[in-house]
Antibody
Framework: QVQLVESGGGVVQPGKSLRLSCAASGFTFGTYGMHWVRQAPGKGLEWVTL????????YYADSVKGRFTISRDNSKNTLYLQMNGLRAEDTAVYYCAKRENFRFDYWGQGTLVTVSS | QSALTQPRSVSGSPGQSVTFSCTGTNNDVGGYNYVSWYQQHPGKAPKLMIYDVNKRPSGVPDRFSGSKSGNTASLTISGLQAEDEADYYC??????????FGGGTKLTVL
């Protein structure tokens, strides 16, 4: 069965960096695009970024463009999110999600990122 | 990339039907037949319930149905059950490989 397990969250000061990982199993990772979606405490979902199956194309929400970088290592079945210049408003649970056409068909359990001094 | 508009809360009694609305623009909901709906129980990951406006993934009960008219999409749950109590989020493809979610609707089963 499809499993997505995020890690790397924690408490970080404003302006600092953090890298999240998402370990995938149960499907052929290298043939699917992957998303990151976040959810601020008590708030709704926000799409963050998408990477194509081979990593050649990347797309970002305006709110993170220029600060966040999505990448993947298909040999390790792992998705990454490098977050630089973190702000208080980036505080959220970050989910990785498998892309299936125009929907998010499987989600991980999420990892909490807290940006605070 | 403005969020889609969803009512904050909806309630219904067991056995009843409830409908959630999701309003966007011509650039998202109205422009593509790529609306999806997600159920999220407290502390849990979202779960896909409806995709491409009105398609159900395998394993999702046929009590869940979706539709769209113009810039507004809808999710209907018929034969409401206690376990349906959760937050529901709509999502639409918004072009150029971007997506936009709604703010979510909290369903209370009375």
């Amino acid at each position: 069965q499809v499993q997505l397990v995020e890690s790397g969250g924690g408490v970080v000061q404003p302006g600092k960096s953090l890298r999240l990982s998402c370990a995938a199993s149960g499907f052929t990772f290298g043939t699917y695009g992957m998303h990151w979606v976040r959810q601020a405490p008590g708030k709704g979902l926000e799409w963050v970024t998408l990477i194509s199956y081979d990593g050649s194309n990347k797309y970002y929400a305006d709110s993170v463009k220029g600060r966040f970088t999505i990448s993947r290592d298909n040999s390790k079945n792992t998705l990454y999110l490098q977050m630089n210049g973190l702000r208080a408003e980036d505080t959220a649970v970050y989910y990785c999600a498998k892309r299936e056409n125009f929907r998010f068909d499987y989600w991980g359990q999420g990892t909490l990122v807290t940006v605070s001094s | 990339q403005s969020a889609l508009t969803q009512p904050r809360s909806v309630s219904g009694s067991p056995g009843q039907s409830v409908t959630f609305s999701c309003t966007g623009t011509n650039n998202d909901v109205g422009g593509y037949n790529y609306v999806s709906w997600y159920q999220q129980h407290p502390g849990k990951a979202p779960k896909l319930m409806i995709y491409d406006v009105n398609k159900r993934p395998s394993g999702v009960p046929d009590r869940f149905s979706g539709s769209k008219s113009g810039n507004t999409a809808s999710l209907t749950i018929s034969g409401l059950q206690a376990e349906d109590e959760a937050d529901y989020y709509c999502c639409s493809y918004a072009g150029s490989y971007t997506w936009v979610f709604g703010g979510g609707t909290k369903l209370t089963v009375l």
